[in-house]
């Protein structure tokens, strides 16, 4: 086997042998479990991160290669992708993993920058990540600030992604302590017993709680983590500090159960600062909204403001608040199959979304959270219902024209008229006309942002379909 680092233009090199194909470009850090390197896969053309491990033993080399399989067949935005393991034949080599490159800053430095929802957010992001290793076996061990990078996809949204991956494994695998664990942010049960019990979910409930502790204090969890809660009871409601103190209990088998339930939690937990989200209140309140939006009027109790106004009364940053909260909740809603209250929920986001196009305060953020939710609910309406709220739709779009017209603008517009394409499939002229407009609004988004996979991947179905007739 070939050593890369003798041909490394830059000087810099690994520290064991690996093959040629791998070039070394920066040393990106160490920890308790081994050393990282930024490299170049000649092979692939790709920036990719490989990870030695320290001084493994053959037992542990064998599991550790077991794992590394195991980790490369996850696929979640929120998980570091594993893409190769290496076991070397050569006595100076080690063994090494070549990872997904996740390139970004670390949660250590969001610390008291992240508004409560923002926090809150993020750790449901890890949490699905989690829940998605946990329902393939594998447990990560480690969840700590220092293993959580943001990054960013093709449309500028931030990703909040877990690497570190090789130090995660099967649940149940005994490893001894402090392992590739950092102290901080590690249950009880990791500090105080020389050799772990088996690796349990309720590791990774610990770190999701203390990670989210870390995003509203700026602090690790204490041995009393409920006394340090109170000192930011004014930037940590009493519902959110119960939910992290329940990832938090000294007794693992106490702590919130799994990561999905976490997930439900949280999500709950961002909706319920509007009251006609509450749990059980939902379906009577849902239905009192569809009834007073048929009459024109609709009222709302607010948690934080003691008189109703109707949608026309508020600021116009309190509609599109209102529109974003709805519109993610129906988004929810969908997820878990709650088909008729999702149907609900995104009628009253789209009247928010509708109020605040005619004042024309909106923005294409905005534009484009409107068009992801009509997308989304296609399923549960009617051709004629979707027919009207596309063309209601396109209608605000185009002539309550924000002032800049970005790539997102233009990708909603080429979105929803590939939406009315699709349902004038039967009368071909009005078919051709839509799809001509979808063809022009995407490549002028394609025009505005030609390095966008997401644009890009549009404008090609669009050409795929015209030229074959498909949908």
């Given at each position: 086997?070939d050593?890369?680092s ?14 040629e ?10 920890g ?11 092979l692939?053309q ?6 030695f491990i ?10 550790l ?14 998980l ?12 100076h080599?080690s ?10 800053p ?27 290793m946990?329902n393939?076996?594998?447990?990560h061990?480690?969840?700590?600030p ?24 099967r ?11 950092s ?14 019990p088996?690796?349990s ?6 770190g999701?709680?203390?990670?989210l502790?870390f995003?509203v204090?700026g ?10 809660l109170?000192?930011?009871a ?8 119960g939910i992290?103190?329940?990832c938090l ?6 702590r919130?159960s ?10 709950d937990?961002r ?13 009577l309140?849902?239905?009192a909204?569809m009834t ?8 709302f109790h ?11 009364e508020?600021?116009?940053?309190s ?5 974003l909260a709805?519109?993610?909740y ?18 009253v986001?789209?009247n ?17 959270e409107?068009t992801?939710l009509?997308?989304?609910?296609k ?9 009207a709220l596309?063309?209601?739709t ?6 309550e024209?924000p ?7 233009h990708?909603?517009?080429a ?5 009315l394409?699709?349902?004038h499939q ?6 051709e ?6 063809l022009?609004a ?7 942002k ?5 644009v ?5 179905k ?6 074959t007739?498909?949908d």
């Amino acid at each position: 086997m070939d050593e890369a680092s003798t041909n490394n233009k830059n000087g810099l090199q690994f520290p064991y042998s690996i093959p040629e194909r791998f070039r070394c470009r920066d040393f990106l850090g160490s920890g308790g479990s081994g050393v990282v390197f930024k490299a170049w896969d000649e092979l692939l053309q790709r920036m990719v991160a490989i990870k030695f491990i320290k001084n493994p033993t053959f037992l542990s080399r064998q599991r550790l290669v077991a794992e590394a399989r195991a980790l490369a067949k996850l696929n979640h935005p929120s998980l570091c992708g594993v893409y190769d393991v290496g076991e070397p034949s050569e006595d100076h080599s080690s063994l090494y993993m070549v990872m997904e490159l996740i390139e970004g800053p670390r949660v250590t430095e969001l610390a008291g920058q992240l508004s409560i929802n923002d926090a809150v957010k993020l750790v449901v992001q890890l949490a699905e990540g989690v829940s998605h290793m946990h329902n393939e076996g594998l447990i990560h061990n480690d969840i700590n600030p220092t293993n959580v990078i943001v990054k960013y996809d093709s449309s500028d949204e931030s990703i909040p992604t877990l690497i570190d991956l090789s130090i995660a494994g099967r649940a149940s695998s005994n490893r001894h302590k402090g392992f590739g664990v950092s102290p901080l942010f590690s249950a009880p049960e990791q500090r105080d017993n020389g050799t772990e019990p088996g690796r349990s979910k309720a590791v990774d409930i610990y770190g999701l709680g203390a990670l989210l502790f870390f995003l509203v204090t700026g602090q690790a969890p204490s041995d009393e983590p409920h006394r340090q809660l109170k000192h930011y009871a004014d930037r940590c409601p009493r519902r959110l500090r119960g939910i992290i103190i329940n990832c938090l209990h000294r007794d693992p088998n106490d702590r919130t159960s799994s990561a999905q339930l976490l997930v439900q939690q949280l999500t709950d937990y961002r909706f319920r600062r509007f009251p006609w989200l509450v749990p059980g209140a939902i379906t009577l309140l849902a239905s009192a909204v569809m009834t007073t939006i048929a009459i024109g009027v609709i009222h709302f109790h607010f948690a934080d403001n003691a008189s109703s106004k109707s949608i026309e009364e508020l600021e116009v940053g309190s509609k599109i608040e209102q529109a974003l909260a709805h519109s993610h909740y129906a988004r929810e809603l969908i997820k878990n199959n709650q088909l008729e209250r999702a149907k609900q929920q995104s009628l009253v986001a789209l009247n928010y979304f509708k109020s605040s196009f005619k004042e024309q305060q909106h923005s294409t953020s905005v534009a484009a959270e409107m068009t992801e939710l009509l997308v989304a609910i296609k399923p549960l309406l009617s051709r004629s219902e979707m027919m009207a709220l596309l063309l209601e739709t396109t209608t605000y779009l185009e002539s309550e024209v924000p002032e800049e017209r970005t790539a997102k603008y233009h990708l909603a517009l080429a979105r929803l008229y590939h939406q009315l394409t699709l349902l004038h499939q039967e009368k071909s002229a009005e078919a051709e006309m839509w799809e001509r407009e979808a063809l022009r609004a995407a490549t002028n988004a394609l025009a505005m942002k030609p390095d966008s996979k997401e644009v890009r991947a549009f404008v090609d179905k669009l050409y795929d379909q015209s030229n074959t007739g498909t949908d």
